[in-house]
C-alpha cells in the first residue's frame, strides 16, 4: 500500500513549511561535563526542548562554521600547549623537558627516531615532501654534536659523522623542528597527523531537533551556486555535514553530470562496482532492491565492500510518482540511546557478529562487521543493512537479535525519522557511516522516479574534515581523552532528547 500523505519538501521544511515548536536559539547542549562513569539509569523528567536551553556552554557558537569562531566546531584542546623548555642527550635518547606545564614526564625520544624524523630540505625534498633516504642509511645510533631548544619551543639538534644525505662536507648535519612539530610528539607513539585530528562536535538528532536545524540558521541547506562557487559556503555547509551527517543542495540543474560536479567539489568520487555515479530507477529483474519500486527500510550502503562509502549523495532528477519520500534516521543517535539505557544491548552490538554479502554475476563480496564501532567509546562508524545480510554464525544471533531489534525500534520510531520528498533539483549529501537511508514505496505508474548517485570515500572525507580542522586552528595532542570526552557529551545530548538527565 501507498502511503497517500501530503510531505513537504526539503525545501518547504526549510521555508518553515511545517509546524514545529519555536525553535530555540539551540537545540541540543553541548556542555562539557567532567567525565562520568557506570550508573546511567536515569531520573525521568518530561520531555521538552526548553530544558536543554539551561545548560551553560551552548551549541550555538558550533554555528559559525569555519568562517565563525575558532574552536567552535571542535572544542577547546584539552591539553596545556607548554613549550619545549630544555632537552638532556643521553647515549642513545634525548629528553625533552616540558618544564610543569602538565604532569607528563620528560618525553625520551630515541636519537635513531629523531634522525629519521628531520624535515631540513636535504631530508625531504621541499617540492615532492618526499625523503631523500631510506631509514636503513641512518646508524642504529646516530651521534649527536649539540642539542638546544630555543625561545619559541623549536629543537635544534646538530648531528655528527652524519652521511645520510649529501650534506656539508664536515659531516655535520642540522636538523630543526619547530614548536609545533614537537607538540605533536607529545600525543602518542604516532607521527601521523591524523590521529591528531580533533573529530567533528556532533550534533545528535531525532525529527524534531533535525526541523529546527533545518530552519534555525539555514546551514543545513546550501544553494547549488553557493557550493560550487562561494568557499566560505562550501565550508560551512561541510562543517554542517560533519556535525549532522545530513544536509540538502538546492537549485541543482536538471542535468545527469551534476551529481559528479558536487561530489567532486568535496574530492574524487569513490568507484565500486556499481559505477561511477549510478541511476536509481526501477527496473524489472533489479541487481539490487534499491532499483525497485518496493519499500526500503532504513539501511546503510555497501556494508559487504572495502572501503565502505563515506559519504552519499543522491540527486533528484524526477520524482513524480506517488511515494518514494526519501527517510532519514541519525544511526548515532539510537546508538547512543541504547548506550545510556540499555549498556548490555549496546555491548552485544560492538561484537562482530553480522555477516553481509553480495554475490551476483562475477560480484562475491562479503564481509563480517560490528552493527556499532567505537573507539575510546566515540562511535566511529555503524554496519546496518539488513537486506544485506547473509546467515549468521550460528552461535552469534541469539545474543545480537534482542539488541538489534531494540536499535531497530528506535531507528524507526516516526519521532526519529525524518521523511522528505526529494523535489527535482535537490541533492542529499549525508554520512553512510551514521545515517541511515531508506525510501517510501512509490507507484511506478503516473510518474517517474530518478534519483543519480555517488559515493565519496572516507579517506577523501578525512582530507577534507582535516582542512576544516586546520581552518579551525584545532589539533588536540590528548586525543583519546578527547574522544571519550565528546562520547560523554553526546550521551548528555541523548538524555536530554529523551528529557531525562544522568546522575
Ligand atoms: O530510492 C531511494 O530513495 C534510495 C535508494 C537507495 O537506498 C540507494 O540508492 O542507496
Ligand atoms: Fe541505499
Ligand atoms: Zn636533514
Not at 569562531?69 to 571542535?74: A, I, M, Q
Not at 548517485?453 to 572525507?461: L, T
Request: aromatic content about 8%.
Amino acid at each position: 500500500m501507498l502511503q497517500s500523505r501530503t510531505l513537504p519538501t526539503v525545501a518547504g521544511l526549510l521555508r518553515g513549511g511545517r509546524v514545529a515548536p519555536p525553535a530555540p536559539s539551540s537545540a541540543i547542549s553541548n556542555r562539557v561535563l567532567p567525565r562520568t562513569c557506570g550508573g546511567r539509569r536515569l531520573s525521568t523528567r518530561p520531555a521538552g526542548l526548553h530544558q536543554r536551553r539551561h545548560h551553560s556552554n551552548q551549541v550555538s557558537a558550533q554555528r559559525s562554521g569555519p568562517g565563525g569562531p575558532k574552536n567552535s566546531l571542535y572544542g577547546t584542546p584539552s591539553v596545556d600547549n607548554g613549550k619545549l623548555k630544555a632537552v638532556k642527550v643521553h647515549k642513545a635518547t634525548l629528553s625533552l623537558d616540558f618544564g610543569k606545564v602538565d604532569s607528563r614526564e620528560p618525553l625520551n625520544i630515541s636519537s635513531l627516531w629523531l634522525r629519521d624524523a628531520c624535515t631540513c630540505p636535504l631530508c625531504v625534498d621541499p617540492d615532492s615532501g618526499q625523503k631523500n633516504f631510506s631509514t636503513c642509511d641512518i646508524p642504529d645510533v646516530p651521534e649527536v654534536q649539540s642539542a638546544e631548544v630555543a625561545n619559541d619551543g623549536s629543537l635544534t639538534v646538530v648531528w655528527k659523522g652524519d652521511n645520510v644525505v649529501n650534506g656539508s662536507d664536515d659531516g655535520l648535519h642540522k636538523s630543526v623542528w619547530s614548536d609545533k612539530q614537537v607538540q605533536e610528539w607529545r600525543s602518542d607513539l604516532s607521527s601521523l597527523r591524523s590521529p591528531h585530528i580533533v573529530p567533528a562536535r556532533r550534533t545528535l538528532w531525532n525529527r524534531s531537533v533535525y526541523e529546527q536545524l533545518w530552519k534555525g540558521d539555514g546551514s543545513c541547506t546550501v544553494s547549488y551556486m553557493e557550493w560550487m562557487q562561494d568557499p566560505d559556503a562550501f565550508w560551512r555547509a561541510f562543517a554542517k555535514l560533519c556535525e549532522t551527517g545530513l544536509i540538502f543542495v538546492t537549485d541543482v540543474p536538471d542535468a545527469e553530470f551534476e551529481v559528479e560536479k558536487i561530489a567532486s567539489k568535496i574530492g574524487i568520487l569513490q568507484h565500486t562496482f556499481y559505477g561511477f555515479t549510478w541511476d536509481v530507477k526501477s527496473k524489472p529483474r533489479a541487481e539490487n532492491v534499491a532499483y525497485t519500486s518496493q519499500f526500503l527500510g532504513l539501511h546503510q550502503d555497501l556494508m559487504y565492500h572495502i572501503p565502505i562509502p563515506r559519504l552519499q549523495l543522491l540527486h533528484c532528477l524526477a520524482n513524480s510518482c506517488e511515494g518514494g519520500e526519501s527517510l532519514f534516521s541519525d544511526g548515532f543517535r539510537a546508538a547512543m540511546e541504547l548506550k545510556l539505557n540499555r549498556p548490555d544491548l549496546y555491548g552485544a552490538l560492538t561484537e562482530p557478529s553480522v555477516n553481509f554479502h553480495y554475490k551476483k554475476g562475477q560480484h562475491s563480496y562479503e564481509m563480517v562487521r560490528r552493527t556499532i564501532e567505537e573507539t575510546h567509546g566515540h562511535l566511529e562508524t555503524l554496519h546496518w543493512s539488513p537486506p544485506f545480510q547473509a546467515p549468521f554464525r550460528r552461535d552469534s544471533i541469539t545474543r545480537w537479535k534482542p539488541a538489534a531489534t531494540a536499535f531497530q525500534r528506535s531507528l524507526s520510531e516516526a519521532e526519529n525519522m525524518v521523511e522528505v520528498k526529494l523535489k527535482p533539483g535537490e541533492c542529499v549529501i549525508f554520512d553512510n557511516w551514521r545515517v541511515l537511508h531508506g525510501r517510501q514505496e512509490f507507484a511506478t505508474s503516473g510518474g517517474s522516479r530518478w534519483l543519480k548517485g555517488a559515493y565519496i570515500s572516507d579517506q577523501v572525507h578525512r582530507a577534507v574534515e582535516d582542512q576544516l580542522q586546520e581552518r579551525n586552528g584545532i589539533t588536540d595532542p590528548d586525543i583519546e581523552r578527547f574522544r571519550s570526552r565528546l562520547a560523554d557529551e553526546e550521551l548528555d545530548q541523548v538524555a536530554s532528547l529523551l528529557g531525562t538527565t544522568r546522575i
